[in-house]
C-alpha cells in the first residue's frame, strides 16, 4: 500500500503528516521530496509505503472508518477505481483527515493505492476488493 500527499506552502507538514500516521495507524517516516510549485513556491510530496501487516492494519481502519455514504458510493465506483494490474486507488480529503474525518474527495487529496500480491487475489478482482471492504468494514 502507499499513502502520499502533496503539501503547499501553505500547510502545515507536520500537522498533515502527523494525521496521516495517527488516522491511518502508521508508525514509520515517509519519503519526503521537495518540488517546485507552479509559481515557484515549495510542494513537498509525502509518500508512505506500507507492506505487510502495517498495510493490513491502515486498510482496515480506511475499510472501518469509511462507512456509511462513503462506503456505499467507493463501492459503487469501484470498477473504476481499479486499474489494469489490479491496484485500488482511493483519495481522501486531506483537510477532513487534518480534523479527524475520512472522506472521499477529488481535491486536494490524500491518495491510497493498494496492491495486493497476485496470488492473494483469486477471480474477480473487483469482487476480491469488494469483499475485502465489506469484511473489514
Not at 507492506?51 to 486498510?59: K, P, V
Not at 493498494?114 to 469484511?135: A, C, N, S, W
Request: hydrophobic fraction near 40%; charge should be negative.
Amino acid at each position: 500500500m502507499e499513502v502520499s500527499c502533496f503539501i503547499h506552502a501553505t500547510e502545515d507538514e507536520g500537522k498533515v503528516a502527523g494525521a496521516i500516521a495517527n488516522e491511518l495507524k502508521i508508525s514509520g517516516e515517509p519519503h519526503r521530496e521537495r518540488l517546485d510549485g507552479h509559481f515557484g513556491n515549495e510542494v513537498i510530496h509525502l509518500r508512505y509505503h506500507l507492506t505487510g501487516e502495517e498495510a493490513w492494519i491502515a486498510f482496515s481502519v480506511i475499510a472501518d472508518r469509511l462507512g456509511g455514504d462513503n462506503l456505499h458510493a467507493l463501492l459503487q465506483g469501484l470498477d473504476s477505481a481499479i486499474d489494469e494490474h489490479s491496484a485500488l486507488f482511493l483519495r481522501f480529503s486531506k483537510q477532513d483527515l487534518v480534523m479527524g474525518r475520512l472522506a472521499l474527495s477529488a481535491g486536494d487529496p490524500i491518495r491510497v493505492r493498494v496492491k495486493p500480491r497476485q496470488f492473494m487475489i483469486r477471480g474477480d478482482v473487483t469482487r476480491f476488493y469488494f469483499q475485502l471492504l465489506e469484511r473489514s468494514s
